[in-house]
Nanobody, 123 residues
Framework: QVQLVESGGGLVQAGGSLRLSCIAS????????MGWFRQAPGKEREFVSG????????AYADSVKGRFTISRDNAKNTVSLQMNSLKPEDTAVYYC????????????????WGQGTQVTVSS
């Protein structure tokens, strides 16, 4: 069992930055690939970024490439998402998720989810 708790969301103007963090409970954090997803009102949940167990491999949605950076610290059981050059279309609830299968963009592959943190980008 893994519990995930996100933090770092908030209200920011377009062009600004936020850093989301997700801390995981348990001793097996390094056994999980991690992902960030987001869901805007009236839209389906979508993949934002993912990182492999070791942190060597990462993946990004085209819409955030070059603006967002994912990282993890297995010693601290944390995964972070640095978001720069934010746009109003980045407004959503952001979720942290964990899966044992490996780095994947598919939400159904993720076993554990956090409660989400709201990111609002004003124009």
């Amino acid at each position: 069992q893994v519990q995930l708790v996100e933090s770092g969301g908030g209200l920011v103007q377009a062009g600004g930055s936020l850093r989301l963090s997700c801390i995981a409970s348990g001793r097996t954090f390094s056994s999980y690939s991690m992902g960030w997803f987001r869901q805007a009102p009236g839209k389906e949940r979508e993949f934002v970024s993912g990182i492999s167990r070791s942190g060597i491999n990462t993946a990004y949605a085209d819409s955030v490439k070059g603006r967002f950076t994912i990282s993890r610290d297995n010693a601290k059981n944390t995964v972070s998402l640095q978001m720069n050059s934010l746009k109003p279309e980045d407004t959503a609830v952001y979720y942290c998720a964990a899966n044992r299968l490996g780095l994947t963009l598919t939400s159904s592959a993720y076993d554990y989810w956090g409660q989400g943190t709201q990111v609002t980008v004003s124009s």
